[in-house]
């Protein structure tokens, strides 16, 4: 349980802290102020550079006519790793430095099948995962269902300046927030969670369904690539061996997309409601979701 508690924290911390660690910051931007702030200023107008936004992996270069385009970031140009907490393994069962050096990677091979087949599969060095059994598989949901519980209800707790959730979105979690003060925050037996699920439904369909809304950003369509449910499952994997399995068998129909309804399915929500949001975009999907419930 502890690892579920510690990375709730980092998740957490990682939600709040997302809006700062944007892709694309520009370096230039940070000197400003810092040194001759009239010199940096001019070269900040200057430079067709600054706010280009180039995906991961790409780096932004200025042609001849300086206009700019992103192109391969070679990965000797990554900053040197601080620790092996910053590895990551790629689905090749290769250990990258870091992720800037997996992402440059994974750019070079672009058109290539290889790099197609290329995603980052967890945070940390590549290791032994051992197999999910199907019981085991079968009580992932629970704790899953109960640790999305408890990123919602902590976001709650810390939200009071980040507006992280909307008015309504709080009204919603606080009832969640005074039940889970009931249950007792922190180590639930299989039992006690499975007893509540069924007693207090109502009260896990939310953080099911915020956590895809949170996820579904790159574009919101109601569907989620690896890349998008990434940020949930990498740095899961390595504590939790039953992760790419349980994602696995979220895909129904195996066409590489968790739809919301497969998401919700996954985690035990079958309300009718889910049909009824498979053509609406994820914002959209959340108010109808909202008014259904
Ligand atoms: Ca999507
Ligand atoms: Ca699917």
């Not at 070679?74 to 689905?91: I, K, L, N, Q, R």
């Not at 990434?230 to 504590?239: H, N, S």
């Not at 053509?279 to 959340?286: F, I, K, N, R, V």
Request: proline share 5%; net charge negative; glycine share 6%.
């Amino acid at each position: 349980m502890r690892v579920w508690i510690v990375f709730l924290l980092c998740l957490a911390g990682h939600a709040i802290a997302a809006p700062e660690t944007e892709v694309g910051t520009n370096p230039v931007q940070v000197e400003v102020g810092e040194f001759d702030e009239a010199i940096e200023i001019e070269d900040v107008v200057e430079n067709p550079c600054l706010n280009y936004h180039c995906k991961k992996g790409k780096v932004c270069e200025v042609d001849d006519s300086n206009t700019p385009m992103c192109v391969c970031q070679d990965p000797s140009t990554c900053p040197a790793a601080e620790g092996e907490f910053e590895h990551v393994c790629g689905t090749d069962n290769k250990t990258f430095d870091s992720s800037c050096h997996f992402f440059a990677t994974k750019c070079a091979l672009e058109g290539t099948k290889k790099g197609h087949k290329l995603h980052l599969d967890y945070i940390g060095p590549c290791k032994y995962i051992e197999p999910c059994l199907d019981n085991e598989l079968s009580e992932f949901p629970l704790r899953m269902r109960d640790w999305l519980k408890n990123v919602l209800v902590t976001l709650y707790e810390r939200d009071e300046d980040n507006n992280m959730l909307t008015e309504k979105q709080k009204l919603r979690v606080k009832k969640i927030f005074e039940n889970e003060k009931r249950l007792q925050a922190g180590e639930h037996s299989l039992d006690l969670l499975a007893r509540d699920f069924e007693k207090n439904y109502n009260m896990y369909i939310f953080p099911v369904h915020w956590q895809f809304g949170q996820l579904d950003q790159h574009p919101v369509d109601g569907y989620l690539t690896h890349s998008e449910l990434a940020p949930l499952r990498a740095p899961l994997i390595p504590m939790e061996h039953c992760t790419t399995r349980f994602f696995e068998t979220c895909d129904a129909d195996g066409d590489k997309y968790i739809a919301l309804e497969e998401w919700a399915s996954c985690f035990g929500i079958k309300e009718r409601c889910g049909q009824r949001l498979h053509h609406l975009s994820s914002s959209d999907g959340q108010q109808q979701f909202e008014r259904n419930f």
